[in-house]
């Protein structure tokens, strides 16, 4: 069983930083890993995924401001989140498959906990 484990959430100003991090445990394999985030009474939203061997994708609304990476085991991914704005206040979930490195979020198998992070204006 795949386990994920977030960290890196907290209360960031307007226009600061902030770096997640979420590494699987168990047995894990050449699986793609992502990020969406959730606010209340709405659905989870596509962040960023990156495949085993492609390069990240992201969604429109984070393009240019978050980044994507993963370390050299491929079982950690971290997402550099710089010009923060309040609309990036969510928490956000790490994700990952075995197969899958979309969009779609009722797609992917694993699953963390969350992590929240708030953006102050």
């Known amino acids: 069983q795949v386990r994920l484990v977030e960290s890196g959430g907290g209360l960031v100003q307007a226009g600061g930083s902030r770096r997640l991090s979420c590494t699987a445990a168990g047995p894990f394999g050449t699986y793609a890993m992502g990020w969406f985030r959730q606010t209340p009474g709405k659905e989870r939203e596509f962040v960023s995924a990156?495949?085993?061997?492609?390069?990240?994708i992201y969604a429109d609304s984070v393009k240019g401001r978050f980044s994507l990476s993963r370390d050299g085991s491929q079982n950690t991914v971290y997402l550099q989140m710089n010009s923060l704005k309040p609309e990036d206040t969510a928490v956000y979930y790490c994700?990952?498959?075995?197969?899958?490195?979309?969009?779609?979020?009722?797609?992917?198998?694993?699953w963390g906990q969350g992590t929240e992070v708030t953006v102050s204006s």
């Open positions: 994700t990952a498959d075995r197969y899958y490195s979309g969009r779609a979020s009722n797609a992917y198998q694993y």
């Open positions: 990156i495949s085993w061997s492609d390069s990240p």
